[in-house]
């Protein structure tokens, strides 16, 4: 799903009981790291 997203998209990442805002690439490279 992230691979459809571009710039003008937010993404958050979940710590605990809070939403944290996360650049997109952050995430992307987050998520590469797992798979």
């Not at 459809?4 to 958050?12: A, I, R, Y």
């Not at 944290?20 to 992307?28: D, H, I, N, Y």
């Amino acid at each position: 799903e992230l691979a459809l997203l571009d710039g003008s998209n937010v993404v958050f990442k979940l710590l605990g009981p809070v939403l944290v805002k996360q650049e997109l690439g952050e995430a992307r490279a987050t998520v590469g790291k797992r798979l």
